[in-house]
């Protein structure tokens, strides 16, 4: 064995995705102190028993202030423009407690299902003011125990056409928003809501977090001038547009162009299924088109892709448990992934979101916090075939959770 200065933590056999054989990881004040097949320590020690470890998913895109209004409204929306008019005819009346209670039930969730990193969309308008902003900020106070949560400022229902929403956006920017979002199919002059946007983004010196071309009609789409804004402002890296639904609708050559496109802009997309397949396509009496974007196929022509969660339980999806692993699941199926495609799945709600969020403290490396997260499997392919168990879950080094395996009774012979 190797000997080692004292640390507080030893993880013993624990398997990591970059390792062939189970190592153990020592911890120490929080953060990775060591990683080696076996360190020599007297510590605390957790068995992981050969299982997989990873430093817990990443969730580039949610809305905690929306979540879980199944039962307020009807919820027979066909289109996404329904869904936001649902939505914005009950913000008026959200209040602070309100939405820090179903944000928290969405947060809790997704803490137990394995998430360490998340950015959520909070809505920005004269409807809402700046409630929900509050309420998301005392959440990320509140749970920054067991995740770290981004807050990503936006303005729905447009910014050029709903006079009051810039100035709240920009005391939200001045409050504590960490990313600022954009929504340029809302405005009536979406060329301006991105100039704007891209503006505060440089005068803040924030990330850009668009909602981009939610339709299925690749005759018209705002991706050039989010590019252009992108390569003209030196912004390459930091900007990430969310659905992008046109590009599924686009023939093979005009995909190839806009992926080119992408990649050297450095714009990366983020792909939402249960959103995207729920809304897309809804008007289509046969073959109905999937309505999603494939992010693993982008992935391999060097576009940085995110999967990510959207919403839960409001008209835009009525489904939900904010489970990254079964998004990434649902999204495997849906894409026709192959099994040599499973690990960037798998990617695509780990590192690549970190990447996305320009998280440069991510992955289960020295120096890096101790955050991890455990899955009952030996195979890290399995991780997306089979949908194992994640059994307990640590953060800077602290156990958040745990969940108990399943037990069977038999009957007696």
């Excluded at 936006?154 to 006079?163: A, I, M, S």
């Excluded at 809501?193 to 983004?201: N, T």
């Excluded at 992008?244 to 983020?270: C, F, I, N």
């Excluded at 729920?278 to 576009?303: I, S």
């Amino acid at each position: 064995m190797i000997a080692q200065t004292a640390f507080d933590l030893i993880f013993r056999n624990t398997l990591l995705r970059s390792s062939a054989a189970s190592v153990d990881i020592g911890v120490k004040g929080g953060r990775i102190a060591a990683i080696e097949p076996q360190l020599a320590c007297e510590a605390i020690e957790v068995d992981v028993g050969g299982r997989l470890a990873l430093p817990g998913f990443v969730d580039t895109h949610i809305h905690l202030d929306k979540a879980c209004l199944l039962g307020r409204c009807g919820h027979n929306h066909g289109s996404v423009s329904e869904a936001i008019r649902a939505v914005a005819g009950m913000k008026k009346d959200f209040t602070v407690e309100d939405v820090y209670a179903r944000g928290a039930r969405v947060l809790e969730r997704a803490i137990v299902h394995g998430t360490t990193r998340m950015r959520s969309h909070v809505e920005i308008d004269p409807r809402i003011g700046l409630r929900g902003f509050e309420a998301v900020k005392a959440l990320k106070r509140d749970y920054a125990w067991a995740i770290d949560l981004s807050l990503c400022v936006f303005p729905q229902e447009g910014l050029t056409n709903d006079p009051g929403s810039e100035q709240l956006l920009v005391q939200a920017l001045r409050d504590g928003g960490e990313a600022i979002g954009g929504c340029p199919y809302m405005d009536t002059d979406p060329n301006a809501h991105l100039e704007r946007i891209f503006d505060l983004a440089q005068e803040f010196n924030l990330d850009v977090d668009l909602h981009l071309d939610f339709d299925l009609d690749p005759s018209w789409w705002h991706l050039d001038e989010v590019c252009q804004q992108t390569e003209r402002r030196s912004y390459q890296g930091r900007v990430a547009i969310g659905h992008a639904t046109k590009l599924s609708a686009l023939p093979p050559e005009r995909l190839k162009a806009a992926t080119a496109q992408l990649a050297k802009a450095g714009v990366a997309v983020t792909v939402l299924p249960a959103t995207d397949l729920y809304l897309m396509g809804r008007e289509a009496t046969h073959n109905v088109p999937r309505g999603m974007t494939l992010a693993h196929r982008l992935a391999g022509d060097r576009v940085l892709c995110s999967v990510a969660t959207n919403n839960v339980l409001n008209p835009f999806t009525p489904f939900g448990d904010a489970s990254l692993l079964r998004m990434a699941n649902f999204y495997a199926n849906v894409a026709h992934a192959s099994v040599s495609d499973f690990d960037t799945c798998l990617d695509l709600v780990t590192e690549l979101p970190a990447r996305l969020m320009n998280l440069g403290d991510y992955g289960i490396k020295v120096g890096n916090p101790a955050d991890l997260v455990v899955l009952d499997t030996k195979d890290s392919r399995f991780a997306i075939a089979e949908l194992p168990d994640i059994v307990m879950g640590f953060k800077t080094g602290r156990q958040t959770f745990e969940r108990q395996r399943p037990t069977l009774f038999p009957p007696r012979s």
